[in-house]
């Protein structure tokens, strides 16, 4: 006779890591569950390191590209601002 608890038994659990493994990348979820041996060869872990070092290089670039244009608009406001003291200064001045 089958039971509820033999169901239970049979039943495959899902941990929050495999969730979490899943929605990250269902691909690896997959292959993980295949219970296939690691394919990790040391030039897979060297392609990994590098592309994580390119990756850096990226956003060091990405964050370096944007501090000009920060300090561009701030020298542009106080160029703005000095125009317009100056501006006032001479209208406001007896001459």
């Not at 495959?12 to 979490?20: F, G, K, L």
């Not at 060297?46 to 000009?68: C, D, F, L, N």
């Amino acid at each position: 006779m089958d039971t509820g608890a033999d169901r239970a038994r049979d039943t495959p659990t899902v941990s929050a890591s495999d969730i979490e493994t899943y929605v990250y990348c269902h691909r690896q979820w997959w292959y993980a569950a295949q219970d296939l041996p690691s394919l990790a060869t040391p030039a897979l872990r060297r392609g990994s390191a590098e592309h994580e070092r390119i990756q850096r290089q990226v956003t060091v670039a990405r964050q370096t590209a944007r501090a000009p244009r920060g300090l561009g608009c701030a020298t542009a406001i106080l160029v703005a601002v000095a125009l317009v003291a100056l501006v006032a200064a001479v209208l406001v001045s007896p001459w």
